[in-house]
Every structure is written in structure tokens, then in C-alpha cells.
């Protein structure tokens, strides 16, 4: 089944305590991103990459780094979380193919609470 | 700089209403996207449709139809004879090209739609 996974999917921790969001897709899809959901505030970019080492900065990439050594993972990682970091975050994946429109599969979302 | 403006932050109506969505947006790129994404209460985030900068061609697929006009930089979004199922969160988006992949992408705020029975 053609899908994007991400964990956890659930997260509380503590400023300060680095961590690292996985995501995985299962579509040979060379294009991933990150992005962060508040309320009011719609999605918001935070990193993509459009290949293999290939990473740019989307809307709010502050306090956030990502990596892309394989064209499957896409980590998302907080070195020194603070509360203002708290939200819900989707990962996505996308054919780079326009005949397949181009169109993102999301993940189901990691809620990271920071105390 | 690139922009997607939703002005309506909730639409409620009832059953088998029509109903439009707004969606503004800015860019000085020539070439660019459009896409439409819901969101139900379930939480997962769901393609709709992508447009073409240079296809200014309108769409209907079953009950939902799009209305892409660069003239205005709006791509609208119009659900005919609404259902309770399709009480979600929209949200329009906008994407630089990139050579002949997407680039950077900018969602609007999103429209919450609720359809009452």
C-alpha cells in the first residue's frame, strides 16, 4: 500500500530535549517536505527537499533541521525544542512527475507537545 | 512574495446548498500551481486537484468544480448540492516551480465548511 508513515505519532517532552520526527514513504517519490499545522494559521511550510541531498528552507524552518540522505526517510529534527514548537506536523511526499499531478501524500500527522 | 489569501475562515449552510470557496493568491512567478487539499474531522489531509499557471481551463469533477482566473489570482472552489460528508477544513495552496518539479509551497489559512443535515 502506497503510503507515507511518520513517528511517533504522538510526542510530549521537555525544552531542551532533542528529538527526531521520522518519516518514510513507500512511492519512490523524490520530493518530501515538512510542514506544521497551527490553529488559524493553516499548513505551513518547514523544510523540502527535492531529492536525494538536495534540502531548502520552506516558511518557518527557525529551530528546525532536516536531512535527506535516502530518497525514502526524511527526519525532521529539534535540536533544543522550546514550547513554540508545539503543533501537529505532516509529512508529505510528492512524484515529481507533472503527468501524476503532482499531487502530495500526507502523513497522519505527529502531535509534539513542549513543556 | 508568494501568497494564498482563504478570507473566509468558516462557511456553515445546509444541505444541498451550493457552496464557494474563495482563494486569492499572489506570485510574480510565470510559472506556478494551484492546488486544493480538505482536510475532514478525521485529520488526514486529502488532494483534490492541481492547476497548471498556463491552464486557465475550469474543471468539474462530479459535485465540485474550480474556477482558475489569473486575471484575478483567484482559484475558486465550488461544491454543488453540498453534503454533510463534505464538512471539512479547505485549503488552497501555491507552489513555485522548480525546473520541472514543485518548489516551495504556500497554503492559505483554510476554510472551515460545516453542512448541516
Known amino acids: 500500500e502506497a503510503q507515507v508513515t511518520q513517528n511517533p505519532r504522538y510526542l510530549i517532552t521537555v525544552t531542551g530535549k532533542k528529538l527526531t520526527v521520522t518519516c518514510s514513504q513507500n512511492m519512490n517519490h523524490e520530493y518530501m517536505s515538512w510542514y506544521r499545522q497551527d490553529p488559524g494559521l493553516g499548513l505551513r511550510q518547514i523544510y523540502y527537499?527535492?531529492?536525494?541531498?538536495?534540502?531548502d528552507k520552506g516558511d518557518v524552518p527557525e529551530g528546525y533541521k532536516v536531512s535527506r540522505k535516502e530518497k525514502r526517510n526524511f527526519p525532521l529534527i529539534l535540536e533544543s525544542p522550546s514550547p513554540n514548537q508545539t503543533s501537529l506536523y505532516f509529512c508529505?511526499?510528492?512524484?515529481?512527475?507533472?503527468?501524476?499531478?503532482?499531487?502530495?501524500?500526507f502523513g497522519p500527522g505527529t502531535r509534539l507537545t513542549v513543556l | 512574495a508568494q501568497k494564498v489569501t482563504q478570507a473566509q475562515t468558516e462557511i456553515s449552510v445546509v444541505e444541498k446548498e451550493d457552496v464557494t470557496l474563495d482563494c486569492v493568491y499572489e506570485?510574480?512567478?510565470?510559472?506556478?500551481?494551484l492546488f486544493w487539499y480538505k482536510q475532514p474531522p478525521s485529520g488526514e489531509l486529502v488532494f483534490l486537484i492541481r492547476r497548471n499557471s498556463f491552464d486557465e481551463q475550469n474543471e468539474i469533477s462530479g459535485r465540485y468544480s474550480w474556477n482558475f482566473q489569473k486575471s484575478t489570482s483567484s482559484f475558486n472552489f465550488t461544491i454543488t448540492a453540498s453534503q454533510v460528508v463534505d464538512s471539512a477544513v479547505y485549503f488552497c495552496a501555491l507552489s513555485e516551480a522548480r525546473g520541472s518539479t514543485l518548489g516551495r509551497l504556500y497554503f492559505g489559512r483554510g476554510t472551515q465548511l460545516t453542512v448541516w443535515p
Open positions: 508529505a511526499s510528492s512524484s515529481p512527475q507533472e503527468r501524476e499531478g503532482y499531487e502530495q501524500f
Open positions: 527537499s527535492m531529492n536525494v541531498e538536495v534540502t
Open positions: 506570485t510574480r512567478d510565470t510559472t506556478y500551481y
